[in-house]
């Protein structure tokens, strides 16, 4: 059964870039016809997609974040990462992610907090 | 963007009612819907897929209907583990864009 596991800094300071890398385990990230995605819920709030890689590297990006998202893989490591740049208080939130098989998001991890303040 | 929008935003019931949310999309997406339970502090859950598929494991009681614009999520006989938020997902097209949640509360 495939586990995702989000990690990374849980606080970043304004205008710097958000790192986060999410280990999926109990399956290979290349094998079967799936994408890995990011999706944020900031406290109390509702849920945002941020975008999807395939393990080719093939990228899917919301275009509200487009210009400050970059999400790559290692397929070596069995991870993909996510970059957020130029971050500001908006961008806290709960960071999640997940196996995306285009039409619906599912398993996801368990969700990590990050908070922009100086 | 195709918005999703859900009501009502919160509905108070007891265990053994009868529950049904309601998810309009600004336009068309077929049957590319799904539902998810999400619990305080916990990632969401999938619950129904392609508008009526139930996933595998989640109970009878819940069910999915509609296409098109309008869908609606129906537990049939609230149970306390039901207590929770819900929210309905389009993937008719880029971005994927969710509902605002309907909060199930206890009556």
């Known amino acids: 059964q495939v586990q995702l596991q989000e990690s990374g800094p849980g606080l970043v300071k304004p205008s710097q870039t958000l790192s986060l890398t999410c280990t999926v385990s109990?399956?290979?990230?290349?094998?079967?016809?799936?994408?890995w995605s990011w999706i944020r819920q900031p406290a109390g709030k509702g849920l945002e997609w941020i975008g999807r890689?395939?393990?080719?590297?093939?990228?899917n990006y919301n275009p509200s974040l487009k210009s400050r998202v970059t999400i790559s893989v290692d397929t070596s490591k069995n991870q993909f990462s996510l970059k957020l740049s130029s971050v500001t208080a908006a961008d806290t939130a709960v960071y999640y992610c997940?196996?995306?098989?285009?039409?619906?998001?599912?398993?996801w991890g368990q969700g990590t907090l990050v908070t922009v303040s100086s | 963007d195709i918005q999703m929008t859900q009501s009502p935003s919160s509905v108070s019931a007891s265990v053994g009612d009868r529950v049904t949310i309601t998810c309009r999309a600004s336009?068309?997406?077929?049957?590319?819907l799904a539902w998810y339970q999400q619990k305080p502090g916990k990632a969401p859950k999938l619950l129904i897929y392609?508008?009526?598929s139930l996933q595998s494991g989640v109970p009878s009681r819940f069910s999915g209907s509609g296409s098109g614009t309008d869908f609606t999520l129906t537990i049939s006989s609230l149970q306390s583990e039901d207590f929770a938020t819900y929210y309905c997902?389009?993937?008719?097209?880029?971005?994927?864009?969710f509902g605002g949640g309907t909060k199930v509360e206890i009556k």
């Open positions: 997940a196996r995306d098989i285009g039409t619906v998001v599912d398993p």
């Open positions: 109990g399956g290979s990230i290349s094998s079967g016809s799936y994408y």
């Open positions: 890689i395939y393990a080719s590297g093939n990228t």
């Open positions: 336009q068309g997406i077929s049957s590319w």
């Open positions: 392609a508008a009526s």
């Open positions: 997902q389009q993937a008719n097209s880029f971005p994927l864009t």
